[in-house]
């Protein structure tokens, strides 16, 4: 006999729903609910922390489904057998997972930083032998190869010595700059955050904290947040079922107003708001989503739609690396918002950034930085074959840019955490206390991504740190 041990809250569009988000194994999220079910817990209790809550988000990881035993193996020549990896190939209509080598490029990291220090010291002729020899080499050897994948590090490379000869050439090799605002640039990096554990981990420590501040204010069930990006549409399809199974008798309502300064933003946005709708309808919370066409300078509770009877929180999840500082601009674009996001008093704001000192560093130590980090990046990621060329692509405009450019042509400016807490202190922000169940779930849930010990979650100066081999990868804050 099937158990069934929904909570008694769910609406029979609900529990469809909640199956449908959670792709192919209901049974999976059925289980979750029974286990809750079984441990003695008080079951007029919000479904809010746990293995509850990271059992149903594990659901939504592509990484958690099934995968055939007889995959395919690429061949791969010239290859150590203790550098093996998994990655996706297409076989029929099936999704199945086959063996790819990863190796190391002949490439020194040290050689192309030597290149990058020539370049800043005014040495051209140097940096441009350097480059030469071994971007040839480069070529030659991916040329050879009759499967790239499993090649991320010699690609790495590659866009390195681009983005350094757009550096010293930037007439014969333009830098990448527009593209950074194209669809197809917003595309490859949603498909970064859908494939790698700390970004999706990232935006589950901010969907928690947002629900921990909720649960501060019991009385009201309107929550309020404010989203200045939305880059990830799926992180709202998960705070849309965590409120949906909080609600007890009283319709959750999420309002999410985003703001933009485009046309392109404002159908962007209209899109995913259209997608969110059907979500929450399915699964009965009211949902309300505004964008706004403002300055900051103009931004206000009654411009915002804020009413007094709700929680009223502020998502800043990968928004501010791409706003200039005062080392680009005296306006200095980020402080002004931090500044007006003060003004509005919310209950809590999220910060999820980069762990990079890539902002005011020199040239040499940019390139050093920007190597290590997406190195570690990429190792820590599995990858499937039409996803990696996307992920790929944005990465080389993200390197083209990152290097090749300076002042405002530079979109990207990500720091470290010690830098954006004192940016937050600066316009009066506190941290906040970090609640010890939202760690331990965000480590379970960790353990629906991977098993590999060098993948680690864990509390730091106040962050969410998520780590590959100990290097720090992205942070999440909360503050009031």
């Known amino acids: 006999m099937e158990r069934s041990a929904w909570p008694k809250s769910l609406s029979s569009s609900g529990k469809r729903a909640i199956q449908e988000l959670s792709g192919q194994n209901p049974k999976k999220l059925r289980d979750a609910f029974d286990a809750h079910s079984q441990t003695g817990d008080d079951p007029r209790q919000p479904l809010f922390a746990g293995n509850l809550i990271v059992s149903v988000l594990g659901s939504f990881s592509s990484n958690t489904q099934s995968l055939s035993s007889g995959a395919e193996s690429y061949e791969v020549s010239q290859v150590p057998s203790n550098a093996c990896v998994m990655s996706g190939v297409s076989k029929g209509s099936e999704s199945i997972k086959s063996p790819v080598k990863r190796v190391k490029t002949p490439v020194q990291r040290s050689s192309v930083v030597e290149a990058a220090t020539a370049i800043y010291e005014g040495r051209v002729d140097m940096a441009s032998?350097?480059?030469?020899r071994w971007s040839a080499e480069i070529l030659t050897s991916l040329s050879a190869v009759p499967n790239p994948m499993g090649y991320s590090e010699w690609k790495l490379m590659?866009?390195?010595?681009?983005?350094?000869?757009?550096?010293?050439?930037?007439?014969?090799?333009?830098?990448?700059?527009?593209?950074?605002?194209?669809?197809?640039?917003?595309?490859?990096?949603?498909?970064?955050?859908?494939?790698?554990?700390?970004?999706?981990?990232?935006?589950?420590?901010?969907?928690?904290a947002i629900l921990e501040a909720t649960s501060e204010q019991p009385s009201t069930n309107k929550l309020h947040v404010i989203d200045f990006n939305i880059g990830w549409e799926r992180?709202?399809?998960?705070?849309?079922?965590?409120?949906?199974?909080?609600?007890?008798?009283n319709q959750s309502t999420l309002k999410i107003t985003t703001l933009t300064d485009s046309i392109n933003g404002v159908e962007r946005l209209r899109m995913i708001g259209d997608r969110l709708?059907?979500?929450?309808?399915?699964?009965?919370?009211?949902?309300?989503?505004?964008?706004?066409?403002?300055?900051?300078?103009?931004?206000?509770?009654?411009?915002?739609?804020?009413?007094?009877?709700?929680?009223?929180?502020v998502n800043l999840a990968f928004k501010l690396y791409?706003?200039?500082?005062?080392?680009?601009?005296?306006?200095?674009?980020?402080?002004?918002?931090?500044?007006?996001?003060?003004?509005?008093?919310?209950?809590?704001?999220?910060?999820?950034?980069?762990?990079?000192?890539g902002n005011t560093a020199p040239l040499p130590m940019r390139v050093g930085e920007v190597l290590a980090y997406y190195g570690a990046l990429l190792e820590s990621i599995d990858f499937k074959v039409p996803e990696q060329v996307r992920v790929e692509e944005g990465l080389r405009r993200k390197l083209g840019n990152w290097v090749a450019c300076e002042g405002r042509d530079r979109v990207e400016r990500c720091e470290v955490f010690g830098k954006w807490g004192a940016s937050m202190g600066m316009v009066g922000f506190q941290l906040k206390p970090l609640v010890p169940h939202v760690t331990e779930s965000l480590k379970l849930r960790l353990g629906y991504w991977t098993s590999d010990p060098r993948s680690t979650v864990k509390e730091e100066n106040g962050g969410f740190c998520f780590n590959w081999r100990g290097r720090i990868l992205t942070v999440t804050s909360v503050w009031h």
């Open 158 to 208: 590659g866009y390195m010595i681009s983005a350094l000869k757009s550096r010293m050439s930037p007439v014969d090799y333009p830098p990448p700059v527009v593209e950074l605002f194209t669809e197809e640039h917003v595309s490859s990096v949603r498909s970064l955050y859908d494939l790698s554990p700390c970004f999706e981990l990232s935006f589950m420590a901010a969907n928690l």
């Open 322 to 357: 791409r706003m200039p500082d005062e080392s680009v601009s005296a306006e200095n674009t980020r402080n002004e918002l931090l500044r007006c996001m003060k003004v509005l008093m919310p209950q809590v704001v999220t910060l999820v950034e980069q762990e990079m000192n």
């Open 277 to 313: 709708s059907e979500v929450a309808a399915e699964i009965g919370v009211r949902l309300v989503v505004n964008i706004v066409r403002q300055k900051l300078s103009e931004l206000s509770h009654d411009s915002l739609g804020c009413e007094p009877l709700e929680v009223l929180a």
């Open 235 to 249: 992180q709202y399809h998960n705070l849309l079922l965590l409120l949906s199974m909080r609600q007890a008798g």
């Open 129 to 132: 032998e350097i480059l030469t």
